[in-house]
């Protein structure tokens, strides 16, 4: 499931870039605004409704829990990870912005192109008090892909915003904006969608895995957050570029945010926070998540490396090697082959144990100078809280979505929160 993520970035991070900008939970209908009616019937041919959803934001007690980890970059709330299309997933970050401006960016669709390179066209359809309907198109090497959006500007803190038809399946998205003072702001983007019911390459990518389509959006909603967020810095007079030279930076000694009430939300979602640089680069991104299982359960699942393609289905071949001298006790050294349609990766990894820290180094290969650490926490009452650190893994990339990240350096940061959240679901349902 690795790398298949990705694919799914390349054409849901357009539906939902693009939609996240106009005006109204539906587009207007035929007697409402005729004109509108007959653009989107020339759009191409009719189809079924598509199913909608209610989205609500972090409640004022999710955003408290959160703030402390808003110090490192955003911070993703998603709930109901392994729920498919039911999964909801929230992203919150701070905006060195006016709410005001935030909400022009949100508001503007005609000028996404500013900050969405992927974008070739923005075409506004009708427009009538708060909602805004209109259709972009993207055209790629590999694809072209028309959507219609709508949005409903329900006022200066709150922008809902639909996605009616797209090849990558029906959607929803709602920006909360929060005032933080000394004009900057706090945002976050909510969103949904089910590509289960879009392009073919989706279809197959929403199957892989109940967490796919989280890791999914959680790609496309790093692009589309922290590009609006840049645009809106950008406008209030911040000297920065639209986006970040490199997408990831070394990631230097992995270190998981410190322990605190945001881990009580855990029981209920999972929380991924990320670290970046000033300049935007991601460094670190660590995804925590609730088990009821025990700790103690939870390290021996990770030790047990000679089963881990039970856990992992990407994983096809596993060879337990002799540990290398002076390796610390109890280390185990292994070769790993993964493989996915899109990509496959070898290498040498040495996993190490100290006391409910367990890495996992790269020796050679693919893996080479990679690593990760998982974090192993006992929860008051039982169970145990998980938590998965890392860098970019941008190694772990396949050639397209390489591609992709040259192209908007923000999706490295996305790919690094999508895998490992798949990655850190899939551990969780194994023990």
């Known amino acids: 499931m690795k790398h298949t993520v990705p694919v799914n970035a390349l054409l849901l991070t357009i539906a939902s870039l693009g939609c996240a900008s106009a005006r109204a939970t539906t587009l207007p209908t035929a007697q409402a605004d005729p004109q509108s009616a007959a653009q989107t019937a020339a759009s191409g041919p009719t189809t079924p409704p598509p199913r909608t959803q209610t989205l609500v934001g972090p409640t004022a007690a999710e955003m408290d829990a959160l703030r402390p ?171 920065l570029p639209p986006r970040p030279a490199e997408g990831a930076a070394a990631p230097g000694v992995l270190t998981p945010p410190a322990a605190g009430p945001w881990l009580e939300l855990t029981r209920d979602a999972t929380v991924l926070s990320m670290a970046l640089t000033p300049e935007g680069s991601v460094t670190q991104v660590t995804v925590a998540a609730y088990t009821p299982s025990p700790p103690d359960a939870v390290v021996e699942r990770l030790r047990d490396v000679a089963h881990h393609d039970t856990v992992w289905g990407s994983i096809r071949e596993v060879e337990v090697l002799p540990t290398p001298a002076g390796a610390p006790a109890g280390a185990v050294r292994y070769r790993v082959l993964t493989e996915t349609p899109l990509v496959r990766l070898e290498g040498e990894q040495l996993l190490r144990v100290e006391g409910r820290t367990v890495w996992q180094e790269g020796l050679t290969g693919d893996l080479a100078n990679t690593s990760h650490r998982w974090d192993v926490l006992e929860a008051p009452g039982g169970g145990a809280w998980v938590l998965f650190t890392g860098g970019s893994d941008q190694n772990r990339a396949g050639r397209i979505t390489r591609a992709l990240m040259d192209r908007d350096p923000w999706l490295m940061a996305g790919f690094a929160g999508s895998w490992k959240i798949v990655w850190l679901r899939n551990l969780l349902r194994a023990v």
């Open 69 to 239: 980890l808003l110090a490192r970059g955003p911070v993703f709330l998603v709930k109901n990870a392994d729920g498919g299309a039911d999964a909801r997933i929230s992203i919150a970050t701070r905006v060195r912005a006016p709410a005001a401006t935030m909400h022009r960016v949100i508001t503007t669709p005609g000028e996404y192109t500013t900050f969405m390179p992927i974008l070739s066209s923005v075409e506004l359809l009708s427009s009538r008090g708060t909602r805004t309907a209109f259709r972009f198109h993207v055209a790629a090497s590999l694809f072209d892909v028309t959507a219609l959006c709508a949005m409903n500007d329900l006022s200066e803190r709150r922008v809902d915003v639909a996605i009616t038809h797209s090849e990558t399946g029906p959607g929803g998205s709602r920006w909360d904006l929060t005032p933080d003072g000394d004009g900057a702001s706090t945002v976050s983007l909510t969103t949904w969608g089910d590509p289960s019911q879009g392009h073919w390459i989706l279809r197959q990518v929403a199957r892989r895995s109940p967490a796919a389509i989280a890791g999914m959006n959680i790609s496309v909603d790093t692009v589309l957050a922290l590009g609006a967020v840049r645009r809106a810095e950008i406008l209030a007079g911040q000297n």
